[in-house]
């Protein structure tokens, strides 16, 4: 009861301003796929039993094998402490620093430098860097983005973003299944409203992509900065993260731009994102906040700190 009791939650600073907007945009997501499939349910009376399968079905999927499709994508093997005895140390100290239970450990051969942690629950956790970022970083510096992964864990961030992801997902697969299992009868019958239907559904699944994908864009922003903080807050030494990210994001500009693209699509689990400053998409668009917050938070932690 004791071990079980320590583990239930870290030594991760808590974030109350994190948490308070991570659960408005979570609830803003939910509202907008409970809107969603109540108005296909309107729309498509006959096939409600199709919606409901299919969107349940899907909600599984994501929440269950995200994680690994993510690991499995990226290339990330597991790796044994006689393997990676310097990545498992500092696995180690982290976790012993948070009072958490040690995640699965991988490294993922990739010259881009970076690290991302997925699973949905820190006994399914798994941190993984690639031989890019463990060939250019500092053990201090290793160490400040482990623990930045770490609090994703720690916090369940993976378990949150896959959920709010998950509508995105369901918003196009809906309006197939709407358009191919309700309405392919539509041109044989003279039912305008199965008509007018066929219009709408593609609309509405689109306005309902567009506004959840910058929902959950917003909401990976508010925990990469609360990652950011926890990092800095629990290992003491916000200038060795800084470093890291400066590192980092510094090295991506080299990387081709071919590379780069082929990780973009899995930035919700980055450290950093995948495009360099230059090459990503606005502001508003981006997974991460731009590096220069990030820098200037962990400046004013450092500050705080005396260091």
């Not at 199709?50 to 499995?72: E, K, M, N």
């Not at 040690?102 to 997925?118: E, G, H, S, W, Y």
């Not at 994908?213 to 290992?235: K, M, N």
């Amino acid at each position: 009861m004791a071990a079980s009791r320590s583990h239930s939650h870290s030594r991760y600073v808590a974030d109350r301003g994190l948490t308070t907007r991570m659960v408005t945009t979570m609830f803003l997501i939910g509202l907008l796929y409970v809107v969603f499939v109540g108005v296909l349910l309107a729309l498509m009376r006959g096939a409600w039993p199709i919606i409901l399968i299919v969107a349940g079905g899907l909600f599984i999927a994501q929440f269950w094998f995200s994680d690994r499709i993510a690991a499995y994508s990226m290339g990330a093997r597991e790796v044994t402490r006689e393997q990676a005895p310097e990545l498992h140390g500092a696995v180690d100290r982290v976790c012993a620093l948070a009072d958490m239970p040690k995640p699965r450990v991988a490294i993922a051969r990739n010259d881009l430098p970076n690290a991302f942690a997925t699973g949905r629950s820190k006994d399914t956790a798994l941190v993984c860097v690639t031989t890019g970022l463990l060939r250019r970083l500092e053990p201090e510096e290793l160490e400040g983005v482990l623990a930045h992964e770490l609090s994703h864990v720690a916090h369940r961030d993976v378990m949150v973003m896959t959920i709010a992801a998950f509508l995105g997902v369901l918003a196009g697969v809906m309006a197939r299944v709407a358009l191919w299992g309700g309405f392919g009868r539509a041109g044989h019958t003279r039912d305008s409203g199965a008509a007018i239907a066929v219009l709408l559904i593609p609309v509405i699944s689109a306005a309902v992509y567009a506004i959840s994908f910058l929902l959950t864009r917003l909401l990976s922003r508010y925990r990469e900065l609360s990652a950011d903080r926890a990092a800095a807050l629990l290992t003491g030494r916000p200038s060795a993260l800084a470093s890291a990210l400066t590192k980092v994001t510094g090295e991506m500009g080299r990387i081709p731009t071919r590379d780069l693209r082929q990780a973009e699509p899995y930035n919700a689990f980055w450290f950093a994102p995948a495009f360099s400053s230059k090459e990503s998409m606005a502001r508003l668009l981006s997974s991460h906040p731009p590096l220069e917050q990030r820098l200037e938070q962990l400046t004013r932690i450092s500050a705080q700190l005396g260091r």
